[in-house]
């Protein structure tokens, strides 16, 4: 008989999105004329700008041709075109130093996220921010690290570190120590952004107490403000303790395509059995190798165009797209009554739930009464209780009628 890993069992009934999935379509199947617009899952809506498009075009006649055609792709998932452009233009710009074999390329920070932890020892001690995205949580609880989750759905053997509106939505360092700590900014679900302050306390926390951060900047190209940090690495000491995580999802609209990459320096290391030191990039390189045969080429030349200067200007006009949805959802909102966080630094409003409701009783009041997708703040984490998150992507028109809506649902 083969076993199951029982370790699976232990995760809640469902994941998050695919729940409000059943939910919508219980719901259309007995509205099949309602008009919902889905602000939910954090998914692009315009469609791959034209130097992104251009690109996969003539990669895919490049393939056709005895002299263009490529196989298999490089161990570290791209060519060096792609590396040298993501070199100059995420890091070299903001006077962070990098080397190319400290950068590997793969079709998604989400898929990172979650097999990162696979290089780690299964007794390490998992810190996760709370509310978190949920994958951060569920691939350890997969991967035998936690216990059994309690009656607010945490896990036993996992440190939670409250967001709340008391610290910004920005915990900070623990007292306690950990192995892993998991940091996401600008944060999704909250929309809040760490200052350069706020990362250098986590860098000195974590090369005090020997731990890895694990920081997803997969919404790096939303923040507005040019002191705040992009990147971890612009602390001085993370490259030192963290490995970093970035996406072309979405800034560049790649939900669809894939691609995204995660930096582990050479001075990242953790110990083995016999207490020596061991550099994680060997142990990530050798996983990447053994897992994965590198995106796509006509997909890396897709990347490397979003750094040409056509690329740069029509990608960051659909993040001011998103951006300026953002900003009328929260002034629509606020507006109304509502107590809005977020959509100034990132593609997602935060908003606390009106009238003592619940995060999921209100999700299904606002798919009810004003046929809007959100997405409740509990099913990021027991710290998410009381609120809910509403995406900026999609077309303005749609975030117009969906805050219209949504006044006159929650109205009186």
């Not at 251009?54 to 490049?62: G, I, N, S, V, Y």
């Not at 110990?271 to 796509?296: E, I, Y």
């Not at 990021?380 to 303005?396: D, L």
């Amino acid at each position: 008989m083969a076993r199951i890993n029982d370790d699976y069992e232990k995760l809640q009934a469902g994941y998050l999105f695919p729940e409000i999935g059943r939910r919508v379509a219980a719901f259309q199947s007995e509205h099949p004329d309602a008009s919902v617009i889905r602000l939910g899952i954090g998914d692009v809506t315009l469609p791959l700008a034209p130097a992104v498009v251009q690109a996969l075009h003539d990669a895919t006649d490049e393939m056709g041709t005895a002299e263009g055609f490529r196989g298999y792709g490089p161990e570290r998932g791209a060519e060096d075109f792609l590396l040298e452009g993501i070199l100059e233009h995420d890091f070299t710009s903001r006077g962070v130093t990098l080397a190319k074999d400290e950068i590997f390329v793969s079709d998604g920070s989400k898929q990172d996220s979650g097999n990162i932890q696979e290089i780690f020892g299964r007794d390490c001690h998992i810190a996760v921010t709370d509310p978190v995205y949920p994958v951060y949580v569920d691939t350890n609880v997969m991967a035998g690290r936690t216990g059994a989750a309690g009656d607010s759905g945490r896990f036993a053997g996992i440190l939670y570190l409250p967001a709340t509106e008391e610290n910004g939505f920005v915990p900070p360092p623990p007292d306690a120590p950990a192995d892993i700590a998991y940091l996401c900014s600008p944060n999704n679900p909250t929309g809040s952004v760490a200052s350069h302050a706020a990362l250098a306390e986590w860098v000195a926390w974590a090369r005090e107490h020997d731990a890895v951060i694990i920081y997803d900047a997969a919404y790096d190209a939303f923040i507005q403000d040019p002191s705040l940090p992009h990147s971890i690495y612009e602390v001085d000491g993370a490259k030192e303790c963290a490995i970093e995580m970035r996406s072309f999802s979405k800034r560049a609209g790649f939900t669809g395509v894939r691609c995204a990459y995660t930096v582990v320096p050479h001075g990242v290391t953790g110990s083995d059995a016999a207490g020596q030191r061991v550099p994680l990039n060997g142990l990530w390189l050798r996983r990447h190798c053994t897992k994965f045969n590198g995106v796509p080429y006509v997909v890396q030349r897709a990347a490397g165009a979003v750094f040409s200067p056509e690329g740069r200007k029509q990608t960051q006009e659909q993040v001011a797209h998103y951006m300026s949805n953002a900003a009328y959802i929260r002034t629509g909102l606020t507006d109304a009554g509502f107590v809005c966080f977020g959509g100034e630094h990132a593609p997602y409003v935060w908003v606390r739930t009106p009238q003592g409701l619940s995060s999921w009783d209100c999700f299904d009041r606002i798919l009810g009464e004003a046929n809007v997708v959100t997405t409740p703040g509990s099913g990021f984490g027991a710290s998410g209780e009381g609120y809910f998150r509403i995406s900026a992507f999609n077309s303005r028109e749609n975030v117009e009628a969906a805050v219209s809506r949504i006044q006159r649902a929650f109205a009186g």
